[in-house]
Every structure is written in C-alpha cells, then in structure tokens.
C-alpha cells in the first residue's frame, strides 16, 4: 500500500510498520515496567519520579511551573495535579514568584530529596537491565541519535507550536 497521490496517506511499508510497532510495543512495556518499579519501591508513578529528577538538577532544587511543565514535556494542568500529589506527600512544596503575582515554583523538599536518594539505585537499576544491558554500545549510539532527532522535529520553535507544556 505505499502507492499514494498528492491528496492520499502515505502509508508505511511493511518494514516500516513492523517498526512502528515495535517502536509502540517497546515503549509501552518499558514505561510499564518503570511505574511498577518505582509504585513498588515508592508509591510514585514514573512521570513523578521525573518532576522530583527535575527539581534535584535545578538550582537550589526549585523551578517555575512553567519551565518545569516544559522539561516534563506534560502540560499544565497535569503538572498541577502531580504536584498536589506531590505535595500532599511532603516532597515538594509550591512557592510565590515574588517578580510575577500569577507565577509559581515547585521546591523539592529535604524529605523529597530523600525519597530521591532512597529510590534512584533500583531506578538507574530498572532502566540499565530494561534497555541498555540489552543493547551493545553501538546500538545505543544509535538509539540515542534517532530519538533526539524525533524529539527535535516533534518540538517546533516559534508561536503558534502546539506542545504540552503550552497547553
């Protein structure tokens, strides 16, 4: 079916919806496999897990919600609640922008930082034995090169770009 016009689909051969698949396949088990690891070792799911790894790297653990939305590639709405969940355990805290009324930071909290620190071992653990013991150096060169050329072509620079973090 890769016969197409101007105006018709241009549908996937059969190699690339074996990929695709695969691609599909792969990434649902592996993002499975994550938040079972870390429900089980700290009752978070993986996309918190990633917000508290944000505020860890930011300086003196804390970002505006906009930017954290943005490196959490989540919009806004799902941030707020994930941070209310977040909050209600005690790892991180929300704070006033003192230079803008309407803006917000999250702040990684001592008890979060320690939750960090407890969990990331069986973490880096999930994710080494889930991929890249799985892969050769090579493999993981590649894998590494096509997903930030994906990544770069699914987020566009300028105005009107419709990405989570906008929403």
């Known amino acids: 079916m890769n016969t197409a016009s101007a105006d018709e689909p241009r549908w ?12 599909m396949h792969a990434t649902t088990l592996l993002e ?10 700290a009752g978070m799911p993986h996309i918190y897990y990633g917000l508290l790894v944000q505020l860890v790297e930011a300086p003196r653990r804390r970002l505006r919600m906009t930017e954290l939305a943005m490196k959490a590639k989540i919009t806004r709405s799902r941030l ?4 209310a969940r977040l909050e ?3 790892w991180v805290r929300r704070e006033d922008c003192p230079s803008d009324k309407r803006g917000q930071f999250a702040v990684l909290t001592d008890e979060g ?3 960090l620190e407890r969990v990331a071992p069986g973490h880096v653990t999930a994710v080494r034995q889930a991929l890249f013991d799985r892969l050769t150096a090579e493999q993981q060169e ?3 090169e096509a997903m930030r050329l994906i990544a770069a ?5 300028g105005a009107g770009a419709d990405l989570p973090w906008l929403r």
């Open 12 to 23: 996937l051969s059969d190699e690339e919806q074996r990929t695709w698949r695969a691609f």
């Open 88 to 90: 209600k355990n005690g």
């Open 142 to 144: 590649t894998l590494g």
């Open 113 to 115: 930082y320690e939750v």
């Open 80 to 83: 707020s609640h994930a941070i």
């Open 32 to 41: 499975d496999h994550l938040d079972r690891q870390l429900q089980r070792d």
């Open 153 to 157: 072509g699914l987020q566009p620079e």
